[in-house]
C-alpha cells in the first residue's frame, strides 16, 4: 500500500510531460519521486486512488508535479533501505 511520503518509481517511461517550468519532456521509467498527496478518484460509482507525485533532481528542484494512476508507480523499497542504512545522504544547498 502506498501512502502520503512514500518514495515511489515509475514503471514506464512518461512520453511527453510538463515538468515545472512549462517545457515538454520524457520521464523514464525508474524515475524516483515522492508522493505528496492521495486522491480517491470516483469513477461512477467505484472509487480507486491517484497520487500526486513530485519528481526531484539531485540538488532537490522539482522537476514535475504530476498526478498518477497506480499502474504507473510503485513502491521503492531499495529507497527506503539506503536512508535507513545512511548510505543516502542530503547535500546541503549554499545560499
Avoid: W
Amino acid at each position: 500500500m502506498i501512502r502520503d511520503l512514500d518514495t515511489v518509481s515509475l514503471k514506464k517511461e512518461l512520453v511527453k510531460v510538463r515538468d515545472s517550468q512549462g517545457k515538454m519532456i520524457n520521464l523514464p521509467a525508474g524515475s524516483i519521486g515522492t508522493v505528496v498527496m492521495i486522491y480517491d478518484e470516483r469513477v461512477g460509482c467505484k472509487s480507486r486512488p491517484a497520487y500526486e507525485v513530485d519528481f526531484c533532481d539531485s540538488t532537490g528542484d522539482t522537476i514535475a508535479l504530476l498526478t498518477l494512476a497506480p499502474k504507473d508507480i510503485k513502491l521503492d523499497r531499495s529507497f527506503k533501505t539506503m536512508k535507513k542504512s545512511g548510505k543516502f545522504r542530503h547535500k546541503k544547498r549554499s545560499s
